[in-house]
């Protein structure tokens, strides 16, 4: 099984490295570790604050890197005159959710990085569709767009603490504690309402679209939505849309991120295969120019969906004795390899071993069990 999971990860790294390359984003490579301090200043952004950690020859506490983007904005030029478009393939280590134990994830991703345009935005967008197409199976790509959350509560005049706070619960899709903290507040009634609502705005995404489009207040709300209605008409007229969701619920912290957010799914994994969004405001944090989007598809985690269940251990079990000869037999065994199928060449089955045939070598060749 894990032979059948390395291949299909192998041929879809593969594709994936094509179709980034074809559109001009060239591999970035980085190193496995980066100082400690660039996790701890920036823990927020991280999917989990757990970060493996050591003290290396010099005395520099290290740790070995969590997260691709907060590397990939580190190391940038601090000014650029045009757009830089790049992918990687890493892995990050990070504290499984399923256990108390660290664990490495492989990643694979795109980043675009300084004068990010409405055409940039749509093709890392169609990358991220394109990416879980490849993939072979049913998916979806829930989208949503920061501004028109922190629009509202700034509108209701929340301080960056109130809206981290409404956020949590919103994420959660906690109505009823959203509602409980926003009575708590003493928000107004003509803002309560509308975040209260935030929580459930998610669905089709015309549908979504019309619902949210009634709760606008302020003039980021309307920019949101109308950079939302644009790329969705972008990506309908090229036939992409139709695994298209919308839901405002999504979302990260205000503090790195703004603009546009997604994450996609596919059939037959609960979790998120592949998250994405802008991320402007980190570059800022790093003082560096421009703007960049980016997302990164956690492979490990598809390849473990993609991965077919067998009935079989092997195609053929090749059954022999010690006294063969051991050319003939290495001759017969290696070309049933040749033609494709998986073989176990054993002087006896063994136990609960499962095979689509079993053969017995005669001397010369092979022939089936009867």
Partial sequence: ????NQSKKDMLTG????????????????RRFEEYALYLENKRFLKSESVLAFTNPDGKLMALKPDVTLSIVKHAPKERDALEKVYYKESVYRLAPTAREFVEIEQMGVEALGAVDAYTVAEVLRLAIETLRLAGLD???DVSHMGFAAGLMDAAGLDAEQQARLFQFIRQKNAHELAAEVARMGIPPQYADKIDLLAGLAGSFPETLRR??????????????????TLHAQLTA??????????FSMLNDLGYYNGLVFQGYVQGSPRVVLSGGRYDLLMRRFDKQGDAIGFSLYLDELTHVLAEPSQWDADVLALYQPQDDVAALNAAVFALAAGGQRVLAATQAPRDFRARKTLRFDGQSFQEVT
């Fill in 1 to 4: 099984m894990e032979a059948l």
């Fill in 15 to 30: 594709s994936l490295r094509s179709l980034y390359q074809s559109l001009g984003y060239t591999r970035f490579s980085m």
């Fill in 139 to 141: 998916h979806v790509l």
């Fill in 212 to 229: 949210a489009e009634a709760m606008v207040v302020c003039p980021a709300m309307a920019q949101a939505l109308q950079e939302l209605h």
């Fill in 238 to 247: 090229l036939g992409l849309a139709d695994c298209l969701q919308l839901d």
